[in-house]
């Protein structure tokens, strides 16, 4: 599978859990929410990393990568960047805090960045696989 390939296939999977999230948020499974939206965007990252060949087996060095490799090259918003460690926050509160709330407007909000996040991810993929970067 080439390095396209795999962050294409990334990306559709980020896509897949955005819905995953917004199906979950709509059910009222606000925890499960803010997880998926943590989710999409990790996926999202790591379909960037992919074009450059990066990966790491934790969370915080797919994040480590993530600062180093695309947003100090100026790849993707130093603004939307700050998303992805906030919403890995929350999600770790969510799914190993205990008597942690997660309210609906917590996981409405975390859904927007999530969609913010990934809908960039695939602007800054289109680019740099057309060799705009």
């Known amino acids: 599978m080439?390095?396209?390939?795999?962050?294409?296939?990334?990306?559709?999977?980020?896509?897949?859990?955005?819905?995953?999230?917004?199906?979950?948020?709509?059910?009222?499974?606000?925890?499960?929410?803010t997880n998926r939206s943590y989710y999409a965007m990790f996926s999202a990252t790591k379909a960037l990393l992919a074009l450059?060949?990066?990966?790491?087996?934790?969370?915080?060095?797919?994040?480590?990568?993530?600062?180093?490799?695309i947003i100090k090259t100026g790849l993707?918003?130093?603004?939307?960047?700050?998303?992805?460690?906030?919403?890995?926050?929350?999600?770790?509160?969510a799914d190993y805090g205990d008597f942690v709330e997660i309210s609906k407007l917590d996981a409405e909000n975390q859904l927007k960045s999530a969609e913010k996040f990934v809908n960039q991810a695939t602007k800054t993929m289109s680019e740099m696989i057309a060799g705009k970067y």
Not at 52 to 69: C, P, T
């Open 2 to 33: 080439s390095r396209i390939e795999l962050a294409k296939y990334r990306l559709d999977r980020a896509k897949e859990i955005l819905i995953e999230s917004k199906d979950s948020l709509k059910k009222g499974y606000y925890k499960l929410s």
């Open 52 to 69: 450059k060949e990066l990966d790491s087996s934790r969370h915080s060095g797919v994040i480590s990568l993530f600062n180093r490799y």
């Open 76 to 93: 993707f918003p130093k603004e939307l960047s700050k998303l992805l460690p906030k919403a890995k926050d929350i999600r770790e509160d």
